[in-house]
């Protein structure tokens, strides 16, 4: 089994930057893909963005791209969101997800952010 933390969300002003952590626990060795979605008030779970292992590879939605940057430091087992130029449609509950190896599939319990106009 593997758990994840997440970290880092909260209110901030349209145009300001985050940074959101995720910290994996358990069974890491078997972790290969980690990533982030989020979910809006009355919306479905999206995806947001994904990094390989070895974080040279990396997929994220055009919404955001230009904006966020995913990265990962794996002697830490833990991946980062850096988003920059925030807007209200960014306010959403975000999700750490992490693949393993065998295809299973972990979340984290989510982390706010608020993001006010």
């Known amino acids: 089994q593997v758990q994840l933390v997440e970290s880092g969300g909260g209110l901030v002003q349209a145009g300001g930057s985050l940074r959101l952590s995720c910290t994996a626990s358990g069974r890491t060795v078997s972790i290969s893909d980690m990533g982030w979605f989020r979910q809006a008030p009355g919306k479905e779970r999206e995806f947001v963005v994904r990094?390989?292992?070895?974080?040279?590879?990396?997929q994220i939605v055009d919404s955001v791209k230009g904006r966020f940057t995913i990265s990962r430091d794996n002697t830490k087992n833990t991946v980062y969101l850096q988003m920059t130029n925030l807007k209200p449609e960014d306010t959403a509950l975000y999700y750490c997800?992490?693949?393993?190896?065998?295809?299973?599939?972990?979340w984290g319990q989510g982390t706010q952010v608020t993001v006010s106009s």
């Open positions: 997800a992490a693949a393993s190896t065998r295809g299973d599939v972990y």
């Open positions: 990094i390989n292992w070895s974080g040279d590879s990396t």
